[in-house]
């Protein structure tokens, strides 16, 4: 087994999503598979579709054999730094910008109706006429 000297953050893993340059993260670990992507047996969509991300969920599932899992050690580039995981900040909101929201939502759910509304009433009015000249 390789010995794991890299450590890089999601951002970085996130930056690594081509065809051309494609990194995946499975149980912590961090795989450049972009050489293996034409040898993959279920195809490259498959690893594509996981590229630059925690792929651990899709790989668990596809129920890899001991060999695979062996085979996957050779593209072992580093681990997962857990600790570079950015939160989201949480954004304080204003009461008079919380207020204006509010009344733009209520605005909007008010002006949703009309529409609708609108064609039933124009529906029936056309049908109408149709009927009558019948």
């Known amino acids: ?15 690594h999503n081509t065809k ?3 990194w ?25 579709a996981a590229t630059g991300k925690d792929a651990t969920d899709e790989f668990e599932d596809a129920g890899h054999s001991r060999s695979a899992r062996e085979q996957m050690e050779g593209f072992c580039i580093g681990e997962l730094d857990e600790s570079a995981t950015v939160l989201p900040e949480l954004k ?5 910008q919380r207020e204006h929201y509010q009344k733009l939502i209520a605005l909007s759910t ?3 109706w009309a529409l609708p509304v609108a064609v039933v009433a124009t ?4 049908g109408f006429i149709y009927l009558r000249r019948k």
Do not use: A, R
Request: proline content about 5%; overall charge negative; aromatic content about 6%.
């Open 1 to 15: 087994m390789p010995t794991l000297t890299k450590l890089c953050s999601m951002q970085e893993v996130s930056e």
């Open 20 to 22: 051309d340059d494609c």
């Open 24 to 48: 995946i993260v499975i149980d912590g670990k961090v795989y450049d598979v972009s050489s293996y992507l034409d040898e993959h047996p279920g195809g490259d969509d498959v690893i594509l």
């Open 92 to 96: 304080i909101v204003p009461e008079k």
């Open 110 to 112: 008010k002006h949703y």
């Open 123 to 126: 529906s029936l009015v056309v």
